[in-house]
């Protein structure tokens, strides 16, 4: 199955609007997220998505069609330029099949060098595949960080990793 990265152009907006209410409603099981009165989940960010140069949009997708998005921002101030995933979805379909492993990697291709990512322990899929991609690009040096309440709503791991250009 051959996976593919594509950068979000101004005309596939609307793709990744959509998805990201696929994204937002498979997350609301994880994070108590109410509906907004419009019956859709609000995501404030996604115009700074095409508006600011240190944030970037792809696609997944497999074959012509989609098959999730990956969002990414770098953090200028406080994480000294690093990287970081800031949300990442696989559709349903494309589940448990290597897609989410393969467009994370090619993810972290387009910048070599810091990452970083989060995610909450109880979502189980983010839990096993995020410190098993991260330590494939890396070669095995990750640095971990666990967060838990009352300092974050709910338990955490913020991972820092270098990505190596790949060969």
Sequence with gaps: ??????????EDKLVLAN??????????????RDLSPHGTFDYPWLDSYFTSSDREAYLIRIGARPAGFALARCDVEGDDGAWNVSEFFVVRRHRRRGVARDAARLLFQQHPGTWTLSYLHHNAPAARLWPA??????????HRV???PPTVPAPKSRLRFEVLPSK
């Design 1 to 10: 199955m051959d996976v593919e990265l594509i950068a979000v152009s101004a």
């Design 19 to 32: 998805l990201m209410q696929l994204y937002l409603h498979d997350f609301s099981e994880l994070d108590a």
């Design 133 to 142: 991609v991260a330590v494939a690009v890396s070669g095995g040096a990750v």
């Design 146 to 148: 666990e967060e838990h």
